[in-house]
């Protein structure tokens, strides 16, 4: 990135880039440094930028949930690229040692202190959407709320679902977390635009019961599952629908509830 001397305004991070992986063209996931005084709960998102390239350039900030769990040392996102887009066109293109700004201040729904008690984590997400689901799986409060951990991911094709695959089994390898998780996360991911071993939008799979019998457990039911969604607005809005449908309640972090939904940030 072309160095232009800007001060970092009030309320700004401004942190280095210390890895990025492209997983498709529209796909990466990056990692930056982490301020010691950067605490945020698993499953909320930031305000990123990057510093302005010329006197006219503008900063652009988007929403990106923190992907990394609360006890790592740097922070991980997983961000798409759009062509064009105000942010991830410039983004796309970061390298280590770069510099990325990021608000101080992180928020969001889909945090365990939005739910109420429950035996089973519904973890529903399609495309970035998995992104607050990496940092979750990871948390072992979630171990200590759920019995068990269910993250769906969904895409048009499988080479898209290679950051859920691989958090997953990271997780799973994990020393810190990696005995909690054994034998109580699972991840159901599928395909919707390419043929592989398991086909179909969430909406579908859900409601003709495919993904229970696909994981061999009950159906949704309010009184031990909790829901967390995440991806495009579509998707919350079908999703949202299945769950009212079933008399889940929507939770927020003054009144926990049955289910909680966050946009996936898109450009
Ligand atoms: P589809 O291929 O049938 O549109 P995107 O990459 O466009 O964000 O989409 C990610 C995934 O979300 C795709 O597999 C897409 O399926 C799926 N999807 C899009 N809209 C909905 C919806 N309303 N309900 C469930 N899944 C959806």
Same mark, same amino acid.
């Given at each position: 990135m072309p160095p232009f001397d800007v001060p970092v305004p009030d309320g700004v991070f401004a942190e280095t880039v210390t890895e990025v992986e492209h997983f498709t063209d529209r796909l990466f996931r990056f990692r930056l440094t982490r301020p010691a005084s950067f605490r945020f709960r698993s499953g909320e998102f930031v305000m990123i930028g990057l510093p302005p390239r010329s006197a006219e350039d503008k900063p652009v900030w988007r929403a990106y949930s923190v992907a990394s769990p609360a006890w790592d040392e740097t922070v991980e996102f997983y961000s798409i690229k759009v062509p064009g887009g105000p942010l991830t066109e410039h983004l796309q293109k970061i390298q280590k040692n770069d510099i990325v700004w990021m608000r101080k201040k992180s928020t969001g729904t $889909?945090? $365990?202190?939005a739910l109420l008690p429950g035996k089973r984590l519904w973890m529903i997400s399609t495309g970035t959407g998995f992104a607050p689901f990496a940092s979750l799986i990871r948390d072992p409060e979630s171990y200590e709320k759920f019995d068990q951990l269910i993250v769906t991911h969904t895409c048009r094709n499988t080479a898209e679902l290679a950051y859920s695959v691989q958090t997953v089994s990271a997780t799973l390898n994990d020393p810190l977390v990696g005995e909690l998780a054994q034998d109580r996360l699972h991840l159901v991911t599928t395909t919707t635009r390419e043929e592989s071993p398991f086909m179909g939008r969430i909406t579908t799979l859900i409601q003709n019961k495919q993904l229970f019998d696909h994981l061999g457990v009950s159906p949704l039911d309010r009184e031990h599952d909790r829901v967390m969604i995440c991806g495009s607005m579509d998707m919350l809005k079908d999703v949202k629908s299945i769950v009212e449908d079933l008399g889940f309640i929507e939770g927020a972090n003054s009144s926990p509830g049955e289910y909680v939904v966050e946009r996936a940030f898109v450009d």
């Amino acid at each position: 990135m072309p160095p232009f001397d800007v001060p970092v305004p009030d309320g700004v991070f401004a942190e280095t880039v210390t890895e990025v992986e492209h997983f498709t063209d529209r796909l990466f996931r990056f990692r930056l440094t982490r301020p010691a005084s950067f605490r945020f709960r698993s499953g909320e998102f930031v305000m990123i930028g990057l510093p302005p390239r010329s006197a006219e350039d503008k900063p652009v900030w988007r929403a990106y949930s923190v992907a990394s769990p609360a006890w790592d040392e740097t922070v991980e996102f997983y961000s798409i690229k759009v062509p064009g887009g105000p942010l991830t066109e410039h983004l796309q293109k970061i390298q280590k040692n770069d510099i990325v700004w990021m608000r101080k201040k992180s928020t969001g729904t $889909l945090v $365990l202190d939005a739910l109420l008690p429950g035996k089973r984590l519904w973890m529903i997400s399609t495309g970035t959407g998995f992104a607050p689901f990496a940092s979750l799986i990871r948390d072992p409060e979630s171990y200590e709320k759920f019995d068990q951990l269910i993250v769906t991911h969904t895409c048009r094709n499988t080479a898209e679902l290679a950051y859920s695959v691989q958090t997953v089994s990271a997780t799973l390898n994990d020393p810190l977390v990696g005995e909690l998780a054994q034998d109580r996360l699972h991840l159901v991911t599928t395909t919707t635009r390419e043929e592989s071993p398991f086909m179909g939008r969430i909406t579908t799979l859900i409601q003709n019961k495919q993904l229970f019998d696909h994981l061999g457990v009950s159906p949704l039911d309010r009184e031990h599952d909790r829901v967390m969604i995440c991806g495009s607005m579509d998707m919350l809005k079908d999703v949202k629908s299945i769950v009212e449908d079933l008399g889940f309640i929507e939770g927020a972090n003054s009144s926990p509830g049955e289910y909680v939904v966050e946009r996936a940030f898109v450009d």
